[in-house]
């Protein structure tokens, strides 16, 4: 009997540790959900990835060939190289060569890439993408912090040093913006994502003047955006004034992007994108008065939340290996 | 005797036309300088193209072999079609088919180009590109407006419908920021074009406390940027100032480009680039502040003023037939 081929995808996340194998025939054939020991150490969960990696490939080697490995993980990170640059959400990590610890625990050649760029991949190639028969995009990942992926002709776009993509990173309010984690102030990170909903709800709160959002901290102290997206779509105003300054931020962004890459695609997913019908009417209304190439082109640029979910980290890792040119050393 | 091969490139200007012929071995063979006659209609300027390539045809096609010819033009374009979008530059010429036109008068096929777009492929190939050993950039063109274009590997990026590499309409000053000709406001072209710098210089004038710029427009109501810059380099503090805001406007939106694409290297060229000396300090000023990307890869992120000056556009023109898969809807 011929074997057909498999590969095994990690998606490393600061609290989720996922392993996948995956065909391209039968898409994922098994997945292996962990926690991510960060109180333990790098080198511990480098250890579960591993062991999770053995697991898959003593199942599924004996039938079927190994195309590659690969892992998504959280960035800044140097690529094809696969060493974090002072990684926010892995604190203790600054300098790892994770491509080379997993590649040595292995014996095995291994990929590693940007987890917003995996997902955008993902998206690309099985996901809003392949709905509308493109194969380019800009994904834009909001969750915790704004992350974000482009794929250009089928191919990741990552830079000359494995960071490019990082879109929650635009400029959008350059007076008088919210801090940003990296440094700058006014960039769409903390403006957009679920973090920034949480801190523009307390702000609101502490103006004494939002007595919805009131009610729900003295219900929930521990709301996120989602509460704060089911209080909008109950009809409180001021809830819905934070998603739509969130729509802003996205559609300033947007513009941006849209005139400076002219892309058939931006897909927004993460937590925050599916409150997309409480702020995409201001994303629209800012994209289009300040980008005159959306209004020449609003019949091919698309914009549309994403379809794939939660999987598409570890589906992006699982599809990197059946691709060539993937990283930024390489020729797109 | 094997003859080589040429190539017939055309900068078409609002005011100028120029239309050379090219050989890898020699550079410019020969240059065809005329007047764009805008006021006599598209018909009449095509027109001069199309005798002026006949011209060269004429006299290297007998001992060389045309490789190509192909068209830079001001934007917006569809593209691989080019046909142009309400271009600010050519007015009258909204909807003309440039290239079906040309390639029907000279019955040969022309590509046909956004006129930024080949003055970076210059830069990347011929220019600043080659001196640093690097294949991929993205060019600011400072001139009446702030034109761009992106080299990705060698090839230029313009996107899906050829309308990618608007940089000058990079959101900057999101809230405050003058208009802009798209009908945006806050763009980079108004604040960072010598007509954004011509009309910071009458608002200082017009508040009565800038008395060198006061002096410069009653000695030469038709002064440019070009005089606000030496204003600015004989140590007038307001024109200085002028140049100041100029190199925060540049920074903000390299900070944004930075982030989003990782690029080695970023390019500044037309007229109100040759001021670097005097805005380049604001500007990296603002991209090390808001760039965290720029502020880890510093070594590998280039950002210089151009090198090729008012020929590059005529010579990305003549370049384009030499490469493949040059047009957005071709594989980069």
Not at 29 to 37: E, G, H, K, S, V
Not at 164 to 185: D, F, K, R
Not at 249 to 254: C, E, F, P, V
Request: net charge neutral; glycine share 14%; with cysteine.
């Amino acid at each position: 009997m011929t074997s057909s081929t498999f590969t095994i995808g990690v998606d490393l996340g600061g609290t989720n540790l996922r392993i996948g194998a995956y065909s391209q025939d039968s898409g994922l054939l098994d997945t292996i959900p962990l926690a991510t020991r960060l109180a333990d150490g790098r080198d511990a969960v480098t250890a579960d990835m591993c062991n999770a990696i053995r697991q898959l490939l003593g199942r599924y080697a004996p039938q079927r060939r190994l195309a590659g490995i690969a892992i998504g993980s959280p960035g800044p990170l140097e690529l094809p190289e696969g060493v974090l640059r002072r990684p926010p959400n892995l604190p203790g990590w600054d300098g790892f060569p994770l491509r080379r610890t997993v590649e040595g625990a292995l014996g095995r050649p291994v990929l590693v890439q940007n987890d917003a760029n995996v997902a955008a991949f993902a998206e690309c190639l099985l996901g809003r993408g392949k709905m509308l028969g493109v194969d380019s995009l800009c994904m834009f990942t909001l969750g915790t912090g704004v992350g974000g992926g482009i794929i250009l002709r089928g191919k990741i776009w990552d830079g000359v040093t494995g960071m490019g993509g990082e879109v929650g990173h635009l400029n959008i309010w350059t007076e008088g913006g919210m801090p940003c984690g990296c440094g700058s102030q006014g960039c769409l990170e903390p403006h957009a994502s679920a973090t920034g909903v949480r801190k523009m709800a307390d702000a609101m709160i502490a103006r004494g003047t939002a007595p919805g959002l009131e009610a729900l901290r003295a219900a929930n102290p521990a709301f996120s955006a989602r509460e704060v997206a089911e209080l909008a779509a109950d009809g409180d105003t001021d809830a819905q004034a934070i998603y739509q300054s969130v729509g802003r931020s996205l559609g300033i962004g947007l513009a941006s992007l849209v005139n400076t890459l002219n892309l058939p695609l931006y897909v927004l997913g993460g937590g925050v994108a599916k409150a997309w019908d409480i702020f995409s009417p201001a994303l629209f209304e800012q994209l289009t008065q300040r980008s005159y190439i959306y209004r020449l082109t609003s019949g091919t640029t698309h914009v549309t939340p994403s379809v794939l979910g939660p999987d598409a980290g570890l589906l992006g890792a699982c599809l990197l290996p059946f691709t060539t040119a993937i990283s930024g050393s390489q020729s797109v």
